[in-house]
Each structure stands twice: as structure tokens, then as C-alpha cells.
């Protein structure tokens, strides 16, 4: 019976409406025409203003973990942290400490995955009412535009939540690589952590429970050679995570977040890897940091890889505004059950941030 409980309130559950693999749609077309991908074609937006030129995306914040270790810089790192979190919501991190073999493997092996023949790959597909696995998501109705990617998508951590079935075995030491790779990230993301928590004024004692959950997504945008200007390789969300770390593993731009209005495109850099607030950071903090919208545009030439690594509060616990960080402050967010959150928003197309209508008070 508690089995039964449990299984039934994790967080990878949600529910999505199989949808065309989109890399086979590519492949299978001798010629692709706009007509052909006409569900994927975005209506007309009127605040799709994306920024130009690379003095904008110079001036994301870069946090150098290295730094970090270092007695005489680490104040000051931790400072560009803080205004990072309070100022951006996006950040990219440097000599993160992540050995080179580990991303190698990783890439390696994430790749020749997407170059499986479609049946092979579909040997880890989802399976209906979970979201791990090969496939799609946030598709909730079959009428909605869709977004230009497949996904392998995995609980990893901690490693008594993984559920073995869609993790794939080709190729053959994947599995090790995905291991690896996911409990290197959560060493970065616990460092971070450290620092946040001391820049709130807390300590990682208290909230470790906050970004226990790990889950990866990696995604496969193939290049869109008709009409790339109209689709989107992942429509406007914010994440629903305490943090995300993102590794652009073949370094093709096309994250975009939005900063005063506008597009902002993020530039890949060598080595480094994009973090981000997520809601449940946004919610912890009573709205000092705030989770920023941001999607994915496709290149009408260049194929696309990178994978998510969410970081989740145990999923069942409540998350609402830590005492020690709002102070006296009139709570503007509600206390939430993690599962509950997830389990409607990773149902749901993707549409923008929606903090304010599931997480924050009428005030
Ligand atoms: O591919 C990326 O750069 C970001 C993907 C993303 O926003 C997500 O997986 O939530
Ligand atoms: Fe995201």
C-alpha cells in the first residue's frame, strides 16, 4: 500500500500526448516544406523582439567556481554570484571542475544515442502516464503548435529514485556516462548551492532537501531548414527547479532568455555550462530571485544538443518561503507540495512563467 503511495506521487509522472518524432520527420522528407511542418509554426508574436549582436550576450553574468576554492577571491566571487542570482536569474559557469573524460564520454555517447535508428531508440520510449524516457512532452493537446525536439529524459538522482527501464544500454557503457555526468553536476550545483545559501543568509544544512532530486533532460533540436524564423526548438517557460545547470554539448547558440522585454540569445562558451533560477528557488527566496522566461530557436542548418539537469526539492515536501530569508517580509508566495506542482506543470504546454498564477499570492 505505502509502495503504491509513493509510486503514485513521484514527480517524473505527468502526461503527454504522443506526438511525431521530429527528427524522423526530417529525415524521412527529401525536401522539407512549410506545409509539412505546419504544427510546429508558431502564430505571429508581438513581443518577439530578440536582441542583436554580441555586446549584449557578452554582458551575462560568468561565475568562475575555481574562484571559489580560493581564500583571497572567494568573497568577491561569491558577491557576483549574489548580484548574478538578484540581477539576472542566468549565469554561466567556469572551471566548474568537471572532468574533461566525464563530459567526453558523455557527449559521445548522448550523441550516437540520437543517431540510433529511430526503432532502437524507441526501445526506451515512454511509456503512458511518465515522462522518463525517449519522447516528447508538454504536448497536452493535439491542436497546440509543438516544439522542434525530441527528448531523452531521466530521474537521476538520488540514485534510490531512478527507475532503470528508459535508461538506454546502447550505446553500451551510456549508463555509466549518464551516472558520471549526473553526480559531477550535483557536485557543481551543491557548490553553488553553498554560496547561495550563504548569500541569503542561511546555510546548506537547512535547505539541502531543496535540490536532493535530479533530473536530466537531453534534447536532440534538429536543424530546421524551412521557416526556422517561425518554430521553436522549446516554447517560452521558466523551469520548474530550485536550479538548472544546461550543457550546450555541441556549442550551437539558440537559448534565448528574456531580460527588459527583449530576446537576449545566449552565447555557448567553451567549457562552461548555463545555470539558472528556477521556480522553486524564486519561491524559497519570497521573490529576491526570480525564475526568467527563456526558449530555444532553432538553426536552419546546425543540429542542436544539450541536456537540462533540474534540480528538484524532495518530492514530497512542501516548499514555501524560507523564514530565515523573508524575515519579516509579508509572504508573497504560498507553500507548496513539490509533486503536486510538478505533476500539473509537466502536464501542461509550456506558455510562458507561471509563478504568478500557481505559487504567488494576490497581492
Ligand atoms: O537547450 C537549452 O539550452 C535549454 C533547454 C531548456 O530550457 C529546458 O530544457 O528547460
Ligand atoms: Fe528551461
Known sequence: M???????????????????????????????????????????????????????????????????LDAQSSQQEAARLKSACEEWGFFQVKNHGIPDTVLENMRNNLE?????????????????????GYGQAFVESKYQTLDWCDRLYLVTQPPHDREMRPWPTTPVNFRESIESYSSEVMKVTRSLMEIITKNLGTELDKIGDTFVSQAL??????????????????????????????????????????????????????NALVVNVGDFLEILTNGKYQS??????????????SISAFHLP??????????????????????????EVAKVLFSSKLDGKKTKEYAMFNI
Not at 52 to 63: N, Q
Request: charged share 25%; glycine share 6%; with cysteine.
Open 2 to 68: 505505502e509502495t503504491k503511495r509513493i509510486t503514485e506521487a513521484k514527480w517524473s509522472h505527468g502526461n503527454t500526448i504522443p506526438v511525431r518524432n521530429v527528427q524522423a520527420l526530417v529525415e524521412s522528407a527529401a525536401e522539407l516544406t512549410a506545409e509539412a511542418i505546419e504544427q510546429y509554426i508558431r502564430p505571429a508574436m508581438v513581443d518577439d523582439k530578440v536582441a542583436l549582436g554580441d555586446c549584449d550576450t557578452e554582458s551575462i553574468p560568468v561565475i568562475d567556481l575555481g574562484k571559489h
Open 112 to 132: 550516437s544515442f540520437f543517431r540510433l535508428p529511430l526503432n532502437k531508440k524507441n526501445e526506451f520510449a515512454q511509456l503512458p502516464g511518465d515522462l522518463q
Open 217 to 270: 533532460r537531453m534534447t536532440y533540436y534538429p536543424a530546421c531548414p524551412v521557416a526556422h524564423d517561425k518554430v521553436l526548438g522549446i516554447s517560452p517557460h521558466s523551469d520548474i527547479s530550485t536550479l538548472t545547470l544546461v550543457w550546450e554539448l555541441n556549442m550551437v547558440e539558440g537559448l534565448q532568455i528574456k531580460r527588459q522585454g527583449v530576446w537576449m540569445p545566449i552565447k555557448p562558451k567553451p
Open 292 to 305: 526568467i522566461e527563456h526558449r530555444v530557436a532553432v538553426n536552419p542548418h546546425k543540429e542542436r544538443v
Open 314 to 339: 524532495k518530492f514530497d515536501m512542501s516548499v514555501g518561503p524560507l523564514r530565515e530569508v523573508a524575515g519579516g517580509e509579508i509572504k508573497k508566495y504560498k507553500t507548496l507540495r513539490v509533486d
